[in-house]
């Protein structure tokens, strides 16, 4: 007699024999069975309290691994509850499969349990989205999304499995068959690459260039172009300006890093070329007056679109990597290079020397009750202890994820997670635990406001319960920028006496929290005890929060946004 399988095994068989090794999400009706089916055929599932949580971390694993990080949910709210990770892979650009189960197909119209249209739900946020509504489309369906979310410029997709489907039989061999006819038909699409002539172009004007720039982003993270970058930068001795999430491609403390002298790099170069990095709010769209009104753009973008938005001088379209090894190619043919001694890189180096001695001459004071130099600081020096493989760093916040942006030393690749391009809070738990389940060699180290903690917090659980080496670095300096700010006259009202909308109880124990669930906690207010607590988490490397007391009035309001609130 033949063995039968249900929709669930489906599932799981088509993701296994697709290449996908985990999986985050919240189980209950109707996924649990897939869930559970999906472990037992080899793929890790991690388990969240939220499913925004979990949404988080399927699209940094995507940004980490190059492969779509997949996100499990239950029917209707628990689709919308992961619209948060779905869209955050969108607009960072990340490949992420949403999975949800939904209602019953017979039942749907007639209010049945957890209903919603899921695929209209996900449109805005989607670049593919697809319903299986037969056990026999299941496989072309995993094969379609998990293809979508990284062929071109990657990002979030959507397989929507309802209950009726997962319950439906098909016998093993029907399903062998059709898991192998799929397998056959699927072909990732290959990124382009632009004609040499465009390339030898782009070559010729940062030759011609006075003051030239190179600037990378998450982009060229993704698309692991670290070697051809630094390749290109000693060669031709351009500085480079990372973003944020771009940081350590290329050492931060090489010499001819420019972060430190960021408003002189980008107002006074004439040419730019831009690497995996938008023009987007982070780089002032491109727009004088912080950048001169005359500079010639090139773009490496792995979009057309893109390309054609922004109108640049020179748009090469293509992965970064590959886009990069032709200019070097291009460059090696006929070499040139800037040398210590030229007026632009003199100036950047000068000005780079300035501003770091300023800040380090701030770092250097020991300010108790604390500021955010003097622990952000303690915590750099020690995650540059760790050495190699680097520590990820994830950060958000706004004083913390800013005063760490330009404290904190990147000399790794892919090791900095923050609030990325939509500036998203509540990242912090999920990115650690993708960190750890994509790199297990990896420590990760979170660097967290109080407030920017609090969104994901009870994901601390997770962490101790798959033994994940995280170690949580609370900035507690009593709510979103620091407690009450406001003056006497904005105290009024009939709830006057409640506390600021900005104000959480001061003196919270976020430490205990991490106890309650068997982990380990710190409570920190001295340098002496920030070190030792760092430096006996570090070397466990088991789950950890260190509660570090700030002072409440040493942030500023909205970090550096103000202009914004």
């Known amino acids: ?94 490949p992420m499969v949403m999975i949800s189960g939904s209602s019953d197909q017979k039942d749907y119209g007639r209010g049945d349990f957890q209903e919603l249209d899921q695929i209209e739900a996900v449109k805005p946020f989607s670049k593919f989205s697809v319903k299986a509504k037969d056990i026999k489309e299941i496989p072309d369906c995993v094969a379609r999304v998990l293809d979508h979310a990284v062929s071109g410029r990657p990002g979030g997709c959507y397989l929507d499995l309802p209950t009726d489907v997962l319950h439906q039989m098909i016998t093993e061999s029907e399903a062998e068959k059709l898991l192998t006819e799929v397998e056959k038909g699927s ?119 893109e390309i054609k938005l922004r109108k640049p001088h020179l748009g090469l379209v293509g992965d970064a990597k590959k886009v990069l090894e032709m200019i070097n190619k291009e460059i090696k043919d006929d070499p040139f290079c800037l040398g210590k001694s030229h007026p632009w890189v003199e100036a950047i180096s000068k000005k780079v020397k300035d501003n770091v001695s300023k800040m380090e001459a701030q770092l250097a004071k020991d300010v108790v009750p604390f500021n955010f130099l003097t622990p952000m600081r303690i915590i750099r020096d020690a995650i540059l202890g760790v050495g190699s493989p680097a520590p990820v760093v994830v950060s958000e916040g706004a004083n913390t994820m800013d005063v760490g942006r330009s404290v904190l030393v990147q000399t790794e690749p892919r ?122 988490s570090f070397s466990a490397r088991k789950p950890a929060v260190i509660n570090v007391i700030i002072d409440p009035f040493a942030g500023a309001e909205s970090g550096r946004m103000q202009h914004k609130n």
């Open 1 to 94: 007699m033949a063995d039968y399988l249900d929709g669930n095994v489906l599932a799981a068989k088509s993701f296994a024999r697709f290449g996908v090794t985990h999986m985050f999400g919240v189980v209950g009706i109707p996924v649990t069975g897939l869930a559970n089916r999906a472990v037992q055929l080899g793929i890790r599932f991690i388990a969240f309290h939220n499913e925004q949580s979990a949404g988080y971390a399927a699209s940094a694993y995507g940004y980490l691994t190059g492969r779509p990080g997949l996100l499990l949910t239950v029917s209707g709210p628990g689709c919308v509850h992961g619209l948060a990770g779905l869209s955050n892979a969108m607009i960072n650009t990340w």
């Open 187 to 305: 072909v990732f699409e290959a990124t382009k690459a632009p004609p040499s002539s465009v390339i030898a172009k782009a070559v010729s004007v940062l030759r011609k260039a006075e003051r030239p720039l190179i600037v990378f982003g998450k982009g060229a993270a993704y698309a692991r172009a670290e070697g051809e970058l630094k390749k290109l930068v000693e060669r031709t001795g351009i500085p480079f300006l990372p973003t944020p999430m771009g940081k350590g491609l290329v050492n931060d403390d090489h010499e001819l890093a420019a972060s430190a002298a960021r408003s002189l790099a980008i107002g006074k170069c004439d040419v730019a070329l831009v690497v995996g990095a938008r023009l987007n709010w982070l780089l002032h769209f491109g727009e004088s007056p912080k950048w001169d009104k005359d500079v010639k753009f090139i773009l490496v973008d792995v979009s057309e679109e």
């Open 415 to 536: 090791t900095r997670l923050d609030a990325g391009t939509w500036g998203t809070m509540g990242v912090g738990l999920g990115y650690c635990i993708a960190a750890a389940v994509a790199n297990p060699e990896q420590l990760v180290v979170a660097v967290e406001g109080d407030s920017g903690f609090g969104f994901s917090a009870m994901e601390v659980e997770t962490l101790v319960r798959y033994k994940l080496p995280v170690v949580v670095i609370v900035f507690n300096n009593g709510g979103v920028y620091g407690g009450d700010r406001r003056s006497p006259e904005e105290v009024s009202g009939p709830f006057k006496d409640d506390p600021a909308p900005t104000s959480f109880v001061p003196g919270a124990a976020y430490h205990t929290l991490i106890e309650a669930f068997g982990g380990k906690g710190y409570l920190v207010g001295t340098p002496d005890e920030l070190k030792s607590a760092l430096s006996e």
